[in-house]
C-alpha cells in the first residue's frame, strides 16, 4: 500500500510541477516577473501545501518525510522549469525545416560582401550591437522613419557612422527566395554578424534563432540606451550592465574594435586633449584627423593599427600601449576595475575568443520578440 501511495503521490505532485511551470511559461515576461508576485507564489505554495497533506495522510511512518520531500520537488521542479523557459523559444535549430538553406545563404552572401570590402564585417557586427542595446535584438535598428515614428537610424550614436543595410537587405532578399516569409531581419542579422566574426578570422558558434521583427523604432531610446565614444568606465558598465550584460562582458565585446575604423569626429577629443596615449600613436592618428572641427569629420582611421581586418586580441595589446583609438576604448585600461581583464585577453586570446561567444549569446538573448509579437518582415526597412 506505501509503494501504491509513494507512486501516486510522486505522480500528482510532477503533474503539479509542470502545470504550474507551463502556467508561468505562457505569461509575457515569465519568472522574473510573474515569480515576483506574491499571489502567483502564494498559490503555488497552497497548491504544494495541499498535496503535502495528501501524502502525509496516505502514506503512515515515512509518509512525513516523504511528503516533505515532495513539496520541495514541486516547488523546485517549477522553478527550474521556468527559469530555463526563459529563452526556451529561441533555438539553434528554429529554422531546420522550415529553411535547411538559412545558413549556407546568409554566409555566402556575408562571403561577397566582405570579398568587396572587409571593413563591411566590423559593420555588420556593430549593427548587431546597436539593435539590441535599444529594446532588445529585434531588428528595429533596421527600420527607416515613418510618419509614426523617429526611427533609430538618425540617433546621435548611429548619425554618419551606423552602415551595412544594403548587406542586409541584400541577404534578407536571397532568404526570401529559399523560404519567403518564414525568417525575420533580426535572425538574419544576428546570423550576419557571427559570419562576419567568423570570415574575419574570428570564433565561430551556433546562433539561437526564433526572434520576430519590431513593428516600431525609437531614436529616443537609442539616444539614451548606446554609450557613446566619450563614456567614462562607470558609464561603459552602467549601460552594458542595463541589458544583461556583466562587466566581463563589456569587456570581451569591446574586442570586436579589433576589427573596423572610426570617424575622425569620434576621436579627435583623445588624440588632441589626452595624457593616456602614446604620443607616436597620437601624431600619427593626428596627420588625417586636423584639429579643427569640421576639417576632415569623417576621415577614417583603423581602430586597430596592426590587423585591422583580423578579428585577434590585438585591441587589448593596444590599450596596454596606450594605443586605444577611442576614449571609450582606453578607459578599460586606465588603472581602474577593467585592467586585469584586459591582461588577460592581451596574454590569452583564447580565453579572449571564449568570453566573446558567450558574451554574443548572452547580449542575443536580451528581450528578444518571440511567438506571437512583433512580425517576419518582408522587407527590413519597414514593417509588412
Not at 147 to 158: C, I, L, R
Not at 271 to 282: C, G, Q, V
Request: positive net charge.
Amino acid at each position: 500500500m506505501f509503494l501504491i501511495n509513494y507512486f501516486t503521490c510522486k505522480r500528482e505532485n510532477e503533474n503539479l510541477a509542470l502545470a504550474w511551470a507551463a502556467k508561468f511559461a505562457t505569461k509575457d515576461s515569465i519568472f522574473e516577473k510573474n515569480f515576483s508576485l506574491p499571489s502567483e507564489k502564494g498559490r503555488l505554495a497552497v497548491a504544494s501545501e495541499r498535496m503535502s497533506k495528501k501524502c502525509s495522510s496516505s502514506t503512515p511512518r515515512r509518509g512525513h518525510r516523504m511528503a516533505s520531500l515532495f513539496k520541495l520537488v514541486v516547488t523546485l521542479l517549477a522553478l527550474l522549469v521556468v527559469i530555463g523557459n526563459t529563452n526556451a523559444q529561441l533555438s539553434t535549430n528554429f529554422y531546420s525545416k522550415s529553411c535547411p538553406r538559412l545558413f549556407s545563404t546568409v554566409k555566402s552572401s556575408m562571403q561577397s560582401a566582405i570579398s568587396r570590402e572587409a571593413r563591411i564585417g566590423a559593420s555588420i557586427l556593430r549593427l548587431f550591437f546597436h539593435d539590441c542595446f535599444v529594446n532588445g535584438c529585434d531588428g528595429s535598428v533596421l527600420l527607416d522613419d515613418t510618419s509614426s515614428f523617429t526611427g533609430e537610424k538618425n540617433a546621435a550614436p548611429n548619425r554618419n557612422s551606423i552602415r551595412g543595410f544594403d548587406v542586409i537587405d541584400n541577404i534578407k532578399s536571397a532568404v526570401e527566395k529559399a523560404c519567403p516569409g518564414v525568417v525575420s531581419c533580426a535572425d538574419v542579422l544576428a546570423i550576419a554578424a557571427r559570419d562576419s566574426v567568423e570570415i574575419l578570422g574570428g570564433p565561430s558558434w551556433n546562433v539561437k534563432l526564433g526572434r520576430r521583427d519590431a513593428r516600431t523604432a525609437s531614436q529616443a531610446a537609442a539616444n539614451n540606451s548606446i554609450p557613446p565614444p566619450t563614456s567614462n568606465l562607470n558609464r561603459l558598465m552602467s549601460s552594458f550592465s542595463a541589458v544583461g550584460l556583466s562587466t566581463r562582458d563589456l569587456v570581451a565585446l569591446s574586442g570586436a574594435h579589433t576589427i573596423g575604423q572610426s570617424r575622425c569626429v569620434q576621436f579627435r577629443p583623445r588624440i588632441y586633449n589626452e595624457t593616456n596615449i602614446d604620443s607616436s600613436f597620437a601624431q600619427t592618428r593626428q596627420r588625417n584627423c586636423p584639429r579643427a572641427t569640421g576639417s576632415g569629420d569623417n576621415n577614417l582611421a583603423p581602430l586597430d593599427l596592426q590587423t585591422p581586418t583580423s578579428f585577434d586580441n590585438n585591441y587589448f595589446k593596444n590599450l596596454i600601449t596606450k594605443k586605444g583609438l577611442l576614449h571609450s576604448d582606453q578607459q578599460l585600461f586606465n588603472g581602474g576595475s577593467t585592467d586585469s581583464i584586459v591582461r588577460t585577453y592581451s596574454s590569452n586570446p583564447n580565453t579572449f575568443t571564449s568570453d566573446f561567444v558567450v558574451a554574443m549569446i548572452k547580449m542575443g538573448d536580451n528581450k528578444p520578440l518571440t511567438g506571437s509579437k512583433g512580425e517576419i518582415r518582408k522587407n527590413c526597412r519597414r514593417i509588412n
